[in-house]
């Protein structure tokens, strides 16, 4: 089976969870004896296809063209559907993104593929080719059966952890055919979020809510997460008070997360904030009333006043780290 992966680029460097998705395809090549390709669009480094190889791509297919530096989803669409064809590959894979999302759809119409979203494992070919995915915020899964020849599927993050045992991988340009419409929107202005690191991006965030009483309290919220390599984020109700901006709420109708670390500071846990945060790896909350809902979801529970116990886990972070 061939395997074809999009790899997504931000600012010039490929998103970890491009990488999850290469080595997602990798464990399915595995299994059935297949080859996976690696297709990037637009202009990247050496140094950053490195670690596409290592991820476990065979081979790298790269259309060195400057208008595809902007995320234009037509264009993007023709580019990959071209691949997808020339290679003949069963099977595509795109990392889960805003992007992605509107791309796949249009590459499965282009190709005649079946397609699947928020893929949260490795399918299984015990009776055929049936993937699980996550419904309803998270809060549910189900499971399809993908009959059609070719199979297009969006992968969810931490679905599998990225590969570093591959080698360096052969990198060939090739070229599309592109229509003059693929070309007809372009992106005058993007304007990002502010903070180091994003929250759909982070490895692991910090989260507060009201039982901090006040954004004069956050210093300790930001302090952690810095020390922890954070992103920084709160629930609904601080966000509607002004206590934090509005591109930090976590949530059902904010950004959902899915670190490898969710740290829940003084939030309760209602289920809209919940069914932002279910994907996360590890849930830790720290909360002085025992029956917050949160706890009930959380891998890890503290009792207690934040502001007595943040203060002694930064120390102890700290501490670690020295």
Same mark, same amino acid.
């Given at each position: 089976?061939?395997?074809?992966?999009?790899?997504?680029?931000?600012?010039?460097?490929?998103?970890?969870?491009? /990488?999850?998705?290469?080595?997602?395809?990798?464990?399915?090549?595995?299994?059935?004896?297949?080859?996976?390709?690696? /297709?990037?669009?637009?202009? #990247?480094?050496?140094?950053?296809?490195?670690?596409?190889?290592?991820?476990?791509?065979?081979?790298?297919? /790269?259309?060195?063209?400057?208008?595809?530096?902007? %995320?234009?989803?037509?264009?993007?669409?023709?580019?990959?559907?071209?691949?997808?064809?020339?290679?003949?590959?069963?099977?595509?894979?795109?990392?889960?993104? *805003?992007?992605?999302?509107?791309?796949?759809?249009?590459?499965?119409?282009?190709?005649?593929?079946?397609?699947?979203?928020?893929?949260?494992?490795?399918?299984?070919?015990?009776?055929?080719?049936?993937?699980?995915?996550?419904?309803?915020? $998270?809060?549910?899964?189900?499971?399809?059966?993908?009959?059609?020849?070719?199979?297009?599927? $969006? !992968?969810?993050?931490?679905?599998?952890?990225?590969?570093?045992?591959?080698?360096?991988?052969?990198?060939?340009?090739?070229?599309?055919?592109?229509?003059?419409?693929?070309?007809?929107?372009?992106?005058?202005?993007?304007?990002?979020?502010?903070?180091? #690191?994003?929250?759909?991006?982070?490895?692991?965030?910090?989260?507060?809510?009201?039982?901090?009483?006040? %954004?004069?309290?956050?210093?300790?919220?930001?302090?952690? =997460?810095?020390?922890? $390599? +954070?992103?920084?984020?709160?629930?609904?109700?601080?966000?509607?008070?002004?206590?934090?901006?509005?591109?930090?709420?976590?949530?059902?109708?904010?950004?959902?997360?899915?670190?490898?670390?969710?740290?829940?500071?003084?939030?309760?846990?209602?289920?809209?904030?919940? +069914?932002?945060?279910?994907?996360?790896?590890?849930?830790?909350?720290?909360?002085?009333?025992?029956?917050?809902?949160?706890?009930?979801?959380?891998?890890? $529970?503290?009792?207690?006043? =934040?502001?007595?116990?943040? %203060?002694?886990?930064?120390?102890? !972070?700290? *501490?670690?780290?020295?």
């Amino acid at each position: 089976m061939s395997i074809l992966v999009f790899v997504e680029i931000a600012d010039g460097s490929i998103k970890k969870s491009s /990488l999850e998705a290469v080595s997602y395809g990798a464990e399915i090549a595995d299994k059935l004896s297949g080859t996976v390709t690696a /297709l990037i669009l637009g202009k #990247i480094s050496e140094s950053e296809l490195e670690s596409v190889g290592k991820s476990g791509a065979e081979k790298i297919l /790269l259309v060195d063209d400057e208008r595809l530096n902007q %995320p234009l989803v037509s264009a993007y669409a023709t580019a990959i559907a071209q691949a997808f064809e020339q290679t003949k590959s069963s099977v595509l894979i795109l990392a889960k993104s *805003a992007l992605s999302d509107s791309v796949g759809a249009k590459v499965a119409i282009k190709t005649g593929s079946g397609i699947v979203t928020n893929v949260s494992s490795l399918p299984d070919f015990s009776n055929g080719f049936h993937v699980q995915r996550s419904i309803y915020t $998270g809060k549910a899964f189900e499971y399809v059966s993908v009959r059609s020849e070719k199979k297009v599927l $969006g !992968v969810r993050k931490n679905v599998v952890p990225v590969k570093e045992d591959g080698s360096v991988a052969p990198v060939a340009k090739i070229s599309v055919n592109f229509a003059d419409d693929d070309f007809k929107t372009t992106i005058e202005k993007t304007e990002k979020a502010e903070g180091n #690191i994003l929250l759909t991006e982070a490895e692991i965030v910090v989260s507060g809510g009201r039982g901090l009483k006040g %954004p004069e309290n956050w210093g300790m919220v930001e302090e952690l =997460a810095k020390e922890l $390599g +954070a992103a920084t984020g709160c629930s609904k109700p601080v966000s509607d008070m002004g206590w934090r901006p509005h591109h930090e709420h976590v949530g059902q109708t904010g950004v959902k997360v899915s670190p490898n670390l969710y740290i829940a500071i003084g939030i309760s846990g209602a289920i809209q904030h919940l +069914a932002g945060v279910n994907s996360s790896k590890v849930l830790v909350a720290i909360n002085k009333d025992p029956e917050a809902p949160f706890f009930k979801a959380a891998d890890y $529970g503290v009792v207690g006043d =934040a502001f007595e116990v943040v %203060p002694k886990l930064i120390e102890a !972070v700290k *501490a670690l780290k020295n």
